[in-house]
C-alpha cells in the first residue's frame, strides 16, 4: 500500500522544538520530492517545506531558519525538525508527494 505517516506532534512550551516524521511505504522517498504543510485553525493550508530527490530543501519564509527538513533513505522517512516554536505555529502538519498526503499530526504550541 502506498502511504505517509506522519508522527511526532503534541503540546510544546513557547520556544520549544518538536520533530515530525513522515514514514512512507510503497514508494521510494529518495526518488520523489516530498513537501511539508500545515494548516492551523481557520485557516488554509500552508506549504513549509520541500525536500527534492536529489536531497535539496526550500522552505517557505515563514519558517526559514527554524524548521529544517531532513531524510533518512534506509529508512524511507522524512523528518521536519522545528525550532523556537511559537503559537501562531500551532496546526496539524502533514507530508505530502504527488497525489499522495498523509493524516496529518496536530502540534501545540501554547504555555
Known amino acids: 500500500e502506498v502511504q505517509l505517516v506522519e508522527s511526532g506532534g503534541g503540546l510544546v512550551q513557547p520556544g520549544g522544538s518538536l520533530t515530525l516524521s513522515c514514514v512512507a511505504s510503497?514508494?521510494?522517498?529518495?526518488?520523489?520530492?516530498i513537501k511539508w504543510f500545515r494548516q492551523g485553525p481557520g485557516k488554509g493550508r500552508e506549504w513549509l517545506a520541500s525536500?527534492?530527490?536529489?536531497?535539496?530543501?526550500q522552505y517557505a519564509a515563514s519558517v526559514k531558519g527554524r524548521f529544517i527538513t531532513t531524510r533518512d533513505n534506509a529508512k524511507n522517512t522524512m523528518y521536519l525538525q522545528m525550532n523556537n516554536l511559537k503559537p501562531e505555529d500551532t496546526a496539524v502538519y502533514y507530508c505530502?508527494?504527488?497525489?499522495?498526503r498523509g493524516q496529518g499530526t496536530q502540534v501545540t504550541v501554547s504555555s
Open positions: 510503497g514508494f521510494t522517498v529518495s526518488d520523489s520530492t
Open positions: 505530502a508527494t504527488l497525489g499522495l
Open positions: 525536500i527534492f530527490s536529489v536531497g535539496s530543501t
